[in-house]
């Protein structure tokens, strides 16, 4: 029995989706909340084959030469800085670090295009709305199908965000095993119009309680955002970095959210016209990491928000022009 490791957010799910529908095999699943990355120490040693979606090699070179070691052939696609990519026959690696890309589209891509629409859907989800519009028009997809796929997306990223996976509406691999077997979104939604219809409610519900939220510190260069103590905004705090990053395309965003264990949970993005220095800011500090134009730090201790803050400021004002 093979297994398929993935992020549970949109771009892990709908990658995940893509290749499986091109090469059907039964699977034990491994994933989680969007920030529970270090998945590949949950594969036991010996399985034959491997695949891993959407989850920093970096975080998981460990447990990654563990698995090449005993013999496993380890198919690997992602987007985030990557470490040392091991030299091995049994890797057959595809990382692309290009603040334009994501694995579901470097999926659509080693797939010809096959699922196009599961792509664009993982794309919308992490943000990368003029790529995804691009392809889009170059596919010739109306309009009104663009707005479903992106609306899709939305809805999939923000159920990955939780400190668990009691914070989310409904588990990743739960909801992978509803996506998974069509072809196309719009046949999930309409086999599915009641998971899609829970996931909007609670997403719009969760989305007008951070409206009425405003910046702890910042100014036309970088804004810091904390958001309560709340399941609601451990849920909207990666959709609420995205909306804020739309919606000021020339500023930096910051968003911080209480974890219970007493750390921030943060989500760190770069102005989407210089979409660079997100994962290099958030390297600085322990379990911080992503890419480019999106970050975060996993669990940043209380006694190191004043660096963080500091250094955040620091970075995109100097980098502002």
Avoid at 92 to 97: E, V
Wanted: hydrophobic share 45%; with cysteine.
């Amino acid at each position: 029995m093979g297994f398929d490791v993935f992020n549970g957010d949109a771009d892990g799910l709908t990658a995940l989706v893509q290749w499986r529908l091109a090469h059907p095999q039964a699977t034990t699943l491994i994933t989680g909340v969007k920030r529970d990355i270090a998945l590949l120490k949950q594969v036991p040693t010996g399985p034959e084959q491997v695949t891993v979606l959407d989850v920093s090699m970096a975080k998981n070179q460990d447990a990654l030469a563990r698995l090449l070691a005993a013999g496993t052939r380890v198919f690997y696609a992602d987007h985030h800085q990557s470490g040392p990519i091991p030299d091995s026959p049994l890797l057959d690696a595809h990382i692309h670090t290009s603040a334009n890309t994501c694995t579901a589209l470097i999926i659509d891509k080693l797939l010809d295009g096959q699922y196009r629409e599961w792509a664009l859907v993982g794309a919308y989800g992490d943000n990368l709305d003029r790529t995804a519009n691009a392809l889009a028009q170059q596919s010739g997809i109306d309009e009104q199908t663009r707005a479903r796929l992106a609306q899709l997306g939305h809805y999939l990223n923000y159920n990955s965000y939780g400190a668990s996976l009691d914070d989310l509406i409904m588990p990743p691999a739960v909801l992978y095993r509803h996506l998974c077997g069509f072809s196309t979104p719009d046949a999930f939604m309409r086999a599915y119009p009641d998971i899609v219809m829970a996931l909007a409610d609670a997403y719009q519900s969760d989305r007008a309680h951070a409206q009425t939220l405003t910046p702890a510190l910042g100014d036309e260069n970088a804004q810091v955002y904390q958001l309560p103590d709340a399941a609601w905004a451990r849920r909207i705090s990666g959709m609420f970095g995205n909306q804020l990053a739309n919606r000021h395309p020339d500023r930096a965003h910051a968003v911080l959210t209480p974890m219970p264990g007493g750390e921030w949970m943060v989500s760190i993005r770069a102005p989407l016209n210089r979409p660079t220095g997100a994962a290099q800011l958030a390297e600085q500090f322990t379990t911080g990491g992503g890419r480019a134009a999106a970050a975060g730090i996993n669990a940043l201790p209380p006694a190191s928000l004043s660096a963080f803050t500091d250094a955040f400021m620091a970075y995109f004002s100097a980098h502002a022009d």
